[in-house]
């Protein structure tokens, strides 16, 4: 049972490249959460899928697509980076979305916007 | 606005004190309260959660929280500190919207 995995763990683009961050979770949960964290600003939600095909903006959705490909994958899209969006990004799950719900998160993607 | 701040962002103490880590929120009503636990270069952990009833909150590692809602306070704490217990420690409260919002973070570090 590995839990939430991501990868990359590490990644560095250029201004202007593309990529996607994957995250899985082998829990069967339904709600699954992309977060950015900076210092000193702790975590701030990006994107989150309450249920298999939906998702809905967070905190901070401007330059980030999502999508949920199946209940086990929520993948996170930088279409045009820039070098505001070096951050570590965290990938989370939980059973459901409501607020008794334990969130569940991945051990991170460490990004680099040169 | 909902906010969670905790305003203390770096704690040292000795192993064996005790620690007391300070979380304030900022809701219409009583939020899902939460804390969590980072480990350099992991993800986040849960140590405990408040949703209702008894205000002292045990956890996972040792640690408990209370409640006050006089003082819209939810402050963690351990009788004993141990070395592993060196860590970032979030507050984090659930909005009411699927949303969580978390404190920006207590760094603590244990002197041996």
């Known amino acids: 049972n590995a839990g939430v995995t991501q990868t990359p763990k590490f990644q560095v683009l250029k201004t202007g490249q593309s990529m996607t961050l994957q995250c899985a979770q082998d829990m069967n949960h339904n709600s699954m959460y992309w977060y950015r964290q900076d210092p000193g600003m702790g975590l701030r939600l990006i994107y989150y899928?309450?249920?298999?095909?939906?998702?809905d903006k967070g905190e901070v959705p401007n330059g980030y697509n999502v999508s949920r490909l199946n209940k086990r994958e929520f993948s996170l899209r930088l279409e045009s980076a820039a070098p505001s969006q070096t951050s570590v990004y965290f990938c989370a799950s939980s059973e459901s979305a409501g607020g008794q719900e334990t969130q569940y998160f991945g051990p991170g993607t460490r990004l680099l916007v040169l | 606005a909902q906010s969670v701040t905790q305003p203390d962002i770096h704690i040292t103490v000795s192993e064996g004190a005790s620690l007391e880590l300070r979380c304030n929120y900022s809701y219409g009503a009583t939020p899902y309260l939460f804390w969590y636990v980072q480990s350099p270069g992991q993800g986040l952990q849960l140590l405990l959660k408040y949703f209702s009833g008894d205000t002292l909150v045990q956890g996972i590692k040792g640690f408990e929280a209370e409640f006050k809602r006089s003082q819209s306070s939810f402050n963690l704490r351990k009788p004993s500190v141990h070395w592993s217990d060196a860590a970032e420690y979030f507050c984090?409260?659930?909005?009411?919207?699927?949303?969580?919002?978390f404190g920006t973070g207590t760094r603590l570090k244990v002197l041996a």
């Open positions: 899928s309450a249920s298999e095909g939906t998702t």
């Open positions: 984090a409260a659930f909005s009411g919207t699927y949303k969580y919002i």
